[in-house]
């Protein structure tokens, strides 16, 4: 018997594949529906009244002969809302329309796998008529793609919040948020009685890893969203429950499911499945485990029922999903399929950094209605293409901009990107690396940073170890849960037997439950994946005991640790080599990274005691000769000079001690070096930077 459907939101937790050891997340459907009654006693009567109406429309409509659409879809105009920390979950626009193609292949049964379908439900399998369009036109009529992106720390929570972020007309859009959380689950939708209430808060939310099946979703995961549309068309789960307010929804599984009925005639009674049983008969028949409204992983199908009360819904004034598929909607919203709208070029490549001789593929993304396309890759071996898709080669160190211009056969626009691929020697320098981050640059230096669009990701600080400046994360002002990542150029290691990375670091927790973590990691292939030599956990990482609530800065040599890393590995001792140093943000504070030395472990470069603020260089910069002062009592040995890319430069043996030494830069070139300095006891070295000048 249906009974009221009082539910404010379903949810669905994650489909784990044919993995069953992969997490399940819970599904809190009867927590939070008790919950919100007791929070929100003021929205009861609304969505009892509003229930009540769809329920007699619902039940008016499915009686009626010939109310199928025969062959002319629904079109629901929707628009994706990327809610965001610039981590992971800021998912690029290939995953939201591949996610757009899952649904409407799983929606029209034109997926592959309905073949799969148990032979009893075959018959019952529909092509429910319906699909989503991406919106081209948003509410003020600008041109669109349909996707929005909004940064937000709600993100991590994925509730109802999200949604006073942004949100379009829900009577015009279906308006789906992705986040990095949605509520602990996979995905939550309002059903239409409790959206006709509460209309802030009509909507699909998503966690990211459930959108599509490429990006940071995969296959499995792709019936996600589809579960999630059935919720916002009034569908129950596939075993119905219990909806009385004050009082628990019933859980999957649970026996007593058989006395409850999900409003649909041809879905057979059950309790409900959280594994694909295809002979299941919980309540006496056979169960429906590929129904998508199920908790099975093996979604494949929706009825003919459930298809009758999905256009039910679109044709109930509640909530007002009649209008979605009006011809003037989708005529506002740029959905009807008689116009594309030219707006914006705009395009996408598979990766923006490239050692010599590799490929990288671009993708064209304009939007709307493209059918005339001009590549133009500066430094590529392609110069121009016509092509959606096209793969170019380049074979010569450079930052190179890429430009397309896209036509519709009447109008056009175009886009450059500046310094868009940056192509990377192969093989790399034959010496080691040395950066002490000193001229707060990194365009003319061994290393660079990604995820660049993060605000807080590395930049420079004003101070350093003994120095005037180092690289830090801005961990304490930016988003927990976010990797920051900055890499070297390629050098070459393949005639080293062991080699060693030497830096030093400062780092302190914000509160003792922080579990921040930097990994030291290496690419023997370009950068195509990383394998992680070193991992510093936060027990390990805090240079400083005490929890800083405050932004912490170092401010002595006290505040600071060294760490040494070493690789022996053959198949990493390559001529391209790549190091990596990941910071993975747990919401502690701020981390500080200064004086990088990178060679064999033989070299001079590593291990060293520092004295370096009893040793002064005078002038520093300097165009002509300096004159470096050694702390009493200190047995000078050897001076050698390296520049910035390891290589040896100058190299001066002494045999007595002498407060000072005045050493001509005669044949040295403009440019950041490395001032080496020896005791007599080869134990004793410090390292001071010089500049020298034009």
Known sequence: MLRSLLVIVLFFYSLNGINAQEHLFPCSTDEMHHRLFTNHPEFNAGIIAANEELEAFTAAYISQANNHKNGNPYIIPVVFHIIHDYGMGNIDDAQILDAVNQVNLQLRKLNGDTSDIVNDFIPLAADTEIEIRLAQLDPNGNCTNGITRTVSELTNIGDHQVKSLIQWPPDKYLNIYVCNQAAGLAGHALLPAAADTIPQWDGIVMQHSYVGTIGTSDYFRRTVLTHEIGHYLNLQHIWGGNNVPGYYYLPVAHP??????????????????????????????????????????????????????????????????????????????????????????????????????????????????????????????????????????????????????????????????LDFIRVMESPGTSNGLIESFEFHSLTESRWMTENEENPFTWDFAGSGFNSDSSFFVNNFDGPADVEHAFHSTPFNASGMTELTIHFDYAFARRTSDNNDILRIQVSNNCGDTWSTRKTISTSNLISVQDTVITPFFPGSQADWKQEVVSLSTASFLVDDLLIRFLFESDGGNNLFVDNILIADSQSLYLNEEYVVDEVKIYPNPSSGTVEIYFPENFKMQNIQIYDSYG????????????????????????????????????????????????
């Open 256 to 417: 007593d499911n058989c006395n409850e009925d999900d409003g649909v005639n041809d879905t057979p009674e059950t309790i409900g499945w959280q594994s694909c049983n295809l002979s299941g008969t919980s309540c006496g028949t056979l169960d429906n485990v590929q129904n998508y409204m199920d908790y099975a992983y093996c979604a494949r199908m929706f009825t003919e029922g459930q298809k009758l009360r999905m256009h039910a819904a679109l044709n109930s004034n509640v909530a007002n999903r009649n209008n979605l598929w009006s011809t003037n909607n989708l005529i506002a919203t740029g959905t009807s399929g008689d116009t594309n709208y030219l707006c914006q070029a705009k395009l996408s490549a598979d990766k923006k950094t490239i050692c010599v001789g590799e490929t990288i593929t671009f993708s064209d993304i304009s939007y709307h209605g493209v059918n005339q396309r001009n590549w133009t890759f500066q430094g590529g071996n392609i110069a121009v293409s016509s092509d959606s898709v096209v793969q170019v080669s380049f074979n010569t160190p450079g930052i190179y901009d890429v430009s397309l211009e896209v036509g519709n056969g009447t109008n056009s626009v175009s886009v450059t990107y």
């Open 647 to 694: 290589k040896r430069v100058m190299n001066e043996a002494f045999s007595i001690s002498l407060p000072s030494v005045k050493l001509p830069l005669k044949g040295l070139g403009a440019g950041q070096y490395f001032v080496h300095i020896s005791d007599e006891s080869g134990l004793h070295r410090t390292i001071k930077k010089l500049i020298i000048l034009p």
